[in-house]
């Protein structure tokens, strides 16, 4: 079996972020999303996987490498442009073969994994295995109906009056039969070949669609507070481990990483929380939930249930929470009336607030 993962799309519920950085590269708890999904695929058995790149293929690239670091081999597949989830599999004919695949969402968040999905895949004769979960906003996704066995009856994107609240999450399993139906269906309305299209096309003609549902907890991080939750969701998992130096004046409390080469001055910790390597917090407090990426500096600030990205720095600045900052952020105090501060910055910025 083999994965194909995709990695392209412009992120535009990012945005800032996104702007100059990869949607599936955003970290989550100082790792970037998309590893979360290779490490399930590679956990999954799977080892060949396919990652379909478009305008951030070079950040990918350097990101992932050759796939040995996660045990994996990986093939890159451009797209010139984000035609569709369908289209994915079109362009990928090739590296695919006639092997069954698992299609991945590089952005979706799985705390669970994949395992029991291809596994439940592998023991059944279905020609394609579809995901789902409830949610309590079908109307913003693909939304299922089942039959008495579990089978997929019918699909419908984002229906403004949705019928149920079984919701496609970005994970499928597919037989090569996949391929005839990718290439009998037409672009849609927003000109993009869509994959519940192909899966309705399977359904029309006669092909076994089964459902799957997920095991654990499941999100699309395609939005700032997803992103946060799916961080905090992580964090509530993490084992201490200080590396770092911490002063005598600091004071560490419950689960809290602190990377090599990171120094803690002053300040208090409260897990749970991650400090990246070769970070300094000095006269700061860093509050539960918080991802400190690598190489940060943090003096007489306050951050908490945020993620901040490599080699920011943030001064004299208090309440900073449910924020998202880019890489090579600065983030200063202005005079002012105090106040709590949400901020989501993209790269390279420099932010004055009002303390």
Not at 138 to 154: C, K, N, R, S
Request: contains cysteine; negative net charge; glycine residues 12%.
């Amino acid at each position: 079996m083999k994965a194909l993962v995709l990695a392209g799309g412009k992120g535009t519920r990012l945005r800032p972020l996104t702007h100059t950085s990869a949607k599936q590269l955003v970290p989550i708890a100082n790792k970037p999303v998309l590893y979360y999904g290779l490490e399930a695929i590679r956990d999954a058995g799977i080892t060949s996987v396919g990652i379909v790149v478009g305008d951030t293929a070079h950040e990918v690239r350097e990101a992932v490498g050759d796939g040995s670091q996660f045990g994996l081999e990986v093939t890159y597949i451009p797209q010139e442009a984000p035609l569709g989830l369908a289209h994915c599999v079109l362009i990928a004919r090739e590296f695919l073969a006639d092997e069954p695949f698992v299609m991945y969402l590089g952005d979706n968040f799985l705390v669970d994994g994949i395992t029991d999905l291809v596994d439940a895949f592998n023991e059944a004769d279905h020609d394609a295995q579809i995901l789902l979960t409830r949610v309590a906003e079908p109307q913003f996704y693909g939304v299922a109906q089942l039959g008495p066995d579990g089978e997929i009856t019918e699909l419908e994107e984002k229906p403004e009056n949705p019928r149920g609240d079984l919701a496609i999450v970005g994970v499928y399993t597919f037989s090569p039969a996949i391929h005839e139906a990718v290439r009998a269906i037409r672009p849609s309305a927003r000109g993009e070949l869509e994959i519940t299209d192909a899966v309705k096309w399977l359904i029309d003609h006669g092909y076994r669609v089964h459902s799957h549902f997920v095991g654990g907890y499941w999100k699309d991080t395609g939005r700032l507070q997803d992103m946060l939750e799916c961080n905090r969701i992580v964090l509530e998992g993490i084992e201490p481990d200080v590396r770092g130096t911490v002063d005598g004046f600091s004071e560490i409390t419950g689960r809290v990483v602190v990377g090599e080469g990171a120094v803690i001055e002053n300040s208090v910790i409260r897990g749970p929380a991650v400090i990246g390597a070769n970070t300094k917090i000095s006269g700061s407090y860093v509050g539960p939930y918080t991802s400190i990426g690598e190489g940060c500096a943090l003096e007489d600030a306050e951050v908490e249930y945020s993620i901040v990205l490599g080699d920011s720095a943030i001064t004299g600045v208090s309440r900073l929470t449910y924020s998202l900052i880019g890489r090579n952020v600065e983030v200063t105090r202005a005079t002012g009336v105090p106040n709590m501060h949400q901020l989501m910055v993209g790269d390279h910025s420099k932010i004055q607030v009002r303390a």
